[in-house]
């Protein structure tokens, strides 16, 4: 009888150590798994949703068009500092003629936020390069490829006057890519 309460003795300490060791097991995998498996900033956590060419205003010899583009941020955390730079390039020689900076600034975690790129175009074909940075690193760049072209009234060129009635444009496709 005596063997017999020494073996349940035994029986209950070796399950209560295995109860234990399993117990600390997932306690301690635990803490090794929240310890290595940190959240990190996702590779691709801001997307340029829509761009949009908006003609605003229009003389003789120039068009101004604002580069509006939506951006997202689709991390739950807000960005980084956003810096948006655009370039007017001539496709004809593939030189830019002027930079504009625009300071975006932070986008709140899973929303969008609309920014105007302003830009003057006159009588030619343009790349509009557009590079997006975030914290001094560029994160996505593309490019509207628009063409500007005053319309006249005939009536008006033989009557002597050569006044641009208004602006044809023509977006002829964007392109964007993710750099990461």
Known sequence: MNKLKKSKKAGAIIGIAIITLAFLGVIISGVFESSIAV??????????????PLKT??????????????????????SGKL????YVVETVNNFALYEEEIDIGNIK???TKKVSIPVVLSNNSYKIKILLFENEK???????????????DWEEI???NVDCQEWYLHNSGIKIEQIR
């Open 158 to 160: 033989n009557r002597g």
């Open 83 to 86: 810096k948006a730079t655009a």
């Open 138 to 152: 560029l994160i996505i760049k593309g490019e509207l490829i628009i063409s500007a072209y005053p319309i006249y």
């Open 57 to 78: 205003n229009e003389t003789n010899e120039t068009v101004d068009v604002s580069c509006i583009l939506y951006i997202t941020n689709i991390w739950e955390k807000e």
């Open 39 to 52: 959240k990190t900033f996702p590779n691709e956590h801001l997307f340029i949703d829509e761009t949009i």
């Open 109 to 111: 975690s899973n929303s």
